[in-house]
């Protein structure tokens, strides 16, 4: 996942295209492949599970699972990738996967830890807001990056973009949700996780079906400079 380059430029095929391994450079170090793929489709699978629960679509009782799905789909394996984008040179795919990978994992530290230790001491405290208010604080932190990813989304593809985009929507919907108290935002915010999840699914798959097939085969409407 790279910003493109400008019109003026001719747009060399993306490493993913290649059918074999990209060859070892001069320096004998092996060169390290697109983990673009690897990441939105984690990233994808992970807000699709949490989109179900979120929509109501799953029975809520059984939401527990999405803790260890966030540490180590969501969170671990966006990580890794943002250190082999960090390696690759490519400061968009780093920024943004080494965000919402802590994004996962700090979400299931909340749930399956602090959330309670929060409630503890807003019992304390005679504070019936402490744990919504936490959450509106961590929303708002990501609603702010996001917002950032999404000026820098206009000069990747039309897919990025709009994933980018609802991530936003679906930020604000659960400040609303949570801080709120109003369920049904919560429940719009799952149906729209489970859309921009399905988008993720497709423009993962796009590079992989790129790989395998030596060609981009699904198109993701590639965005020019502005």
């Known amino acids: 996942m790279q910003p493109e380059q400008t019109a003026s430029q001719e747009r060399p095929a993306p490493a993913q295209f290649a059918a074999e391994p990209a060859a070892a450079p001069p320096g004998g170090t092996l060169a390290i492949g697109d983990p673009g793929s690897w990441a939105i489709l984690a990233f994808s699978a992970t807000s699709l599970l949490l989109g179900l629960f979120n929509s109501n679509a799953i029975d809520a009782n059984g939401s527990a699972v999405i803790i260890p799905v966030a540490f180590v789909l969501g969170g671990l394996v966006q990580i890794i990738a943002a250190v082999l ?28 830890s602090y959330a309670g230790k929060i409630a503890i001491a807003g019992t304390a405290a005679k504070d019936a807001n402490a744990v919504p208010s936490a959450l509106l604080a961590f929303l708002i932190m990501y609603a702010a ?59 993962g798959g796009a590079d992989l079906v790129a790989f395998t097939f030596k060609r981009p085969v699904l198109p993701v409407g590639h965005l020019r400079a502005i």
């Open 85 to 112: 984008e960090v390696v690759r040179g490519n400061i968009f795919g780093a920024v943004v996967f080494g965000s919402f990978g802590p994004f996962w994992v700090i979400y299931a530290l909340i749930q399956n």
């Open 145 to 203: 990056l996001v917002f950032i990813f999404m000026i820098a989304a206009l000069r990747t593809d039309a897919v990025i973009l709009t994933i980018v985009v609802l991530v936003e929507v679906v930020i604000v919907l659960l400040m609303v949700g949570i801080y709120g108290a109003h369920p049904e935002a919560t429940k719009i915010s799952g149906i729209l996780t489970i859309v921009f999840a399905a988008l993720g699914l497709y423009r």
